[in-house]
């Protein structure tokens, strides 16, 4: 018989490994884009903040250009949005004006890159693509691999006693591999399309370069942007929630 103990002690080790590994790899590409640049978080209660963001697997840290001190007199840095709050995001805006040179270059270059894409980098996406479709498939091949291995004996035994450990795998491997392709929006990576926005009990339209999506976040460079309907608009970019933001059109 199979020493169950040990085999406990190696799910436990074996799954926090896992767990740790993916929880330090899984960032959201959108937001992924954004990183080490200025960027404004409008949140839907209407609060603004504006910091060089910081992107972790746990959440989003805006880090302010200088202290300030708040209504009670404290010394304040930066701004922490942890990844439960992802709810309360609005919009992340990239505004151009607030780049550096360096970062408005770059900025300029992958937008070149990203409108209309050269047939080397549509083929870099398939690609991409094939792994993601390929890896959609991953829990189900698991799920069926472990049902089966539960049926034969005496291996069954162990994997049922030891099913807290294996389903806690499985739940970080779901969380990390996660569909976010989208048909009705890949065919449009490249292109100007018109997101539509819901703020509030209002909706706007905004025409710009769809750069990427991901399971959560849409992200559209190039866009006119106002926070508020009586101020300026301004070049930027915006990474916004797909529960609030919808591609609508296509803008070409």
Same mark, same amino acid.
């Given at each position: 018989?199979?020493?169950?103990?040990?085999?406990?002690?190696?799910?436990?080790?074996?799954?926090? =490994?896992?767990?740790?590994?993916?929880?330090?790899?899984?960032?959201?590409?959108?937001?992924?884009?954004?990183?080490?640049?200025?960027?404004?978080?409008?949140?839907?209660?209407?609060?603004?903040?504006?910091?060089?963001?910081?992107?972790?697997?746990?959440?989003?840290?805006?880090i302010y250009p200088e202290k300030h001190k708040d209504t009670n007199g404290h010394d304040e840095t930066s701004f922490i949005l942890y990844k439960y709050e992802y709810p309360?995001?609005?919009?992340?805006?990239?505004?151009?004006?607030?780049?550096?040179?360096?970062?408005?270059?770059?900025?300029?270059?992958?937008?070149?890159?990203?409108?209309?894409?050269?047939?080397? $980098?549509?083929?870099?996406?398939?690609?991409?693509?094939?792994?993601?479709?390929v890896r959609d498939s991953v829990m189900e091949v698991v799920n069926m691999l472990v049902s089966q291995a539960k049926k034969a004996a005496p291996a069954g035994a162990v994997?049922?006693?030891?099913?807290?450990? =294996?389903?806690?795998?499985?739940?970080?491997?779901?969380?990390?591999?996660?569909?976010?392709?989208? @048909?009705?929006?890949?065919?449009?990576?490249?292109? $100007?399309?018109?997101?539509?926005?819901?703020?509030?009990?209002?909706?706007?339209e905004y025409c710009g370069v769809l750069k990427e999506y991901t399971a959560e976040f849409v992200e559209i460079m190039d866009v006119n942007y106002k926070v508020r309907e009586?101020? @300026?608009?301004?070049?930027?970019?915006?990474?916004?929630?797909?529960?609030?933001? =919808?591609?609508?059109?296509?803008?070409?």
């Open positions: 018989m199979p020493d169950t103990f040990a085999i406990t002690v190696i799910f436990i080790v074996l799954s926090t =490994v896992v767990a740790a590994f993916i929880r330090r790899k899984s960032r959201d590409k959108c937001l992924k884009d954004f990183s080490d640049d200025m960027v404004t978080l409008e949140k839907t209660d209407a609060k603004i903040v504006g910091g060089k963001l910081n992107v972790e697997n746990t959440g989003l840290e805006f309360n995001i609005a919009a992340l805006i990239r505004y151009h004006d607030q780049l550096s040179e360096r970062g408005k270059k770059e900025r300029e270059n992958e937008l070149k890159r990203t409108y209309h894409p050269t047939l080397l $980098r549509r083929l870099k996406r398939k690609i991409q693509n094939v792994f993601k479709t994997l049922t006693s030891q099913d807290k450990y =294996v389903s806690q795998m499985k739940q970080e491997l779901m969380g990390s591999v996660g569909t976010s392709f989208e @048909p009705l929006l890949e065919k449009y990576i490249g292109h $100007r399309v018109v997101l539509e926005l819901i703020k509030g009990d209002k909706m706007f009586e101020g @300026p608009l301004r070049k930027a970019d915006l990474v916004v929630p797909r529960k609030y933001g =919808v591609i609508r059109h296509l803008g070409e």
